[in-house]
């Protein structure tokens, strides 16, 4: 089994920035692929972003391209998310992800573990 813990979500005005950590412990797979997804109130879970396992191949949302970065730390088996220029539909509870698979997907169902999310709310 793995174990994915996120943290960093809070309380950001319009335009702020947050940082989002994902730890991953338990089972480890030697090329597993880590996202990012989201869910609004009365929304659908969406992919925000993925990297591979080098951290060579990202993949974005259209909307969040441009303002988030996606980056891993495989000594630390911990991922992160920075999203700047937060806007007010940035709001949901953000889950992280991960897959023994190497394709960088943006689909939820090829990912295998998820995390139990951490809340993200910008304000006006």
């Known amino acids: 089994q793995v174990q994915l813990v996120e943290s960093g979500g809070g309380l950001v005005q319009a335009g702020g920035s947050l940082r989002l950590s994902c730890a991953a412990s338990?089972?480890?797979?030697?090329?597993?692929?880590m996202a990012w997804f989201r869910q609004a109130p009365g929304k659908e879970r969406e992919f925000v972003a993925a990297?591979?396992?080098?951290?060579?191949?990202?993949n974005y949302a259209d909307s969040v391209k441009g303002r988030c970065t996606i980056v891993r730390d495989n000594a630390k088996n911990t991922m992160y998310l920075q999203m700047n220029s937060l806007k007010l539909e940035d709001t949901a509870v953000y889950y992280c992800a991960t897959t023994p698979y190497g394709l960088v997907s943006s689909t939820p169902n090829r990912y295998s573990y998820w995390g139990q999310g951490t809340q993200v709310t910008v304000s006006s």
């Open positions: 990297i591979s396992w080098s951290g060579g191949s990202t």
């Open positions: 338990g089972r480890t797979f030697s090329r597993n692929t």
